[in-house]
């Protein structure tokens, strides 16, 4: 694929994809915060095998606290690479070029019922020059970000994502929610914004936002995963 230059390659990086692959894959994300609040997250890569060759080696996320959990495997005919990192709270966990947090409220029922509780997650994607979009967007016809979060306690609501003048609705199963964008809106798009609001006994007393780290994905790999 031709180079689209530095302003594309940042909107990709802030997905955690490589241009090269652009077209040929699906990417999903998923959070999970527990009642202790420790949690995990989760990124899942499914492309053709014939393009695995530039991921063997190399890790979606960049490095974390604890270590980077990978498994590769070749399924119904199409490479999946999953990555997977724990953490004991919010705050150790590192993400690329977004706010992840947690905002506490405060108690229900003066003390004796669940925390209001808030999950924000804003995605900067910075933007890119119209020429360099408009490739991107046919690279990516008809392919889909998927973007979850599961969450103790009880959901109260789930908003709508804003994606170039279109609300993408969220889809909310139990206590899990999630949002499915087209792959070409959400890499046009220079802010995404997600919020989810929930009540929950979890096991926080103040705000908690995790690490973010701001950069080019060329200059934030992980270490070699552990086998």
């Not at 894959?25 to 499914?46: C, I, N, P, W, Y």
């Not at 690479?81 to 004991?88: C, G, K, L, P, W």
Request: hydrophobic share 40%.
């Amino acid at each position: 694929m031709a180079n689209l230059g530095w302003k594309p390659v940042r909107v990709l990086a802030a997905l955690g994809l490589a241009l090269s692959i652009a077209g040929c894959f699906d990417f999903d994300q998923h959070l999970t915060v527990k009642g202790s609040g420790a949690g995990a997250m989760e990124v899942k890569l499914r492309m053709d095998p014939s393009l695995k060759g530039g991921f063997e080696n190399e890790t979606l996320m960049g490095p974390q606290a604890a270590p980077v959990e990978v498994t590769r495997a070749v399924k119904d005919g199409q490479y999946v690479q999953t990555e997977r990192v724990s953490f004991n709270a919010l705050s150790e966990l590192r993400v690329r070029n977004e706010t992840l947090s947690i905002t506490n409220e405060g108690e229900t029922f003066f003390g004796l019922g669940p925390k209001k509780l808030v999950l924000r997650r804003v995605l900067d994607n910075g933007s890119a020059d119209p020429d360099s979009l408009g490739l991107v967007r046919g690279a990516f016809q008809d392919r889909i970000y998927t973007y979850s979060v599961s969450l103790p306690g009880w959901i109260q609501k789930a908003y709508p994502v804003s994606v170039g003048g279109e609300a993408i609705a969220p889809i909310v199963d139990g206590s899990t929610v999630k949002w499915q964008i087209p792959m070409a809106k959400a890499v046009a798009s220079g802010t995404l914004d997600y919020r989810v609001e929930f009540r929950s006994y979890m096991d926080i007393k103040a705000n908690v936002t995790a690490q973010r780290v701001d950069g080019a994905f060329a200059n934030f790999h992980s270490p070699a995963p552990s086998h």
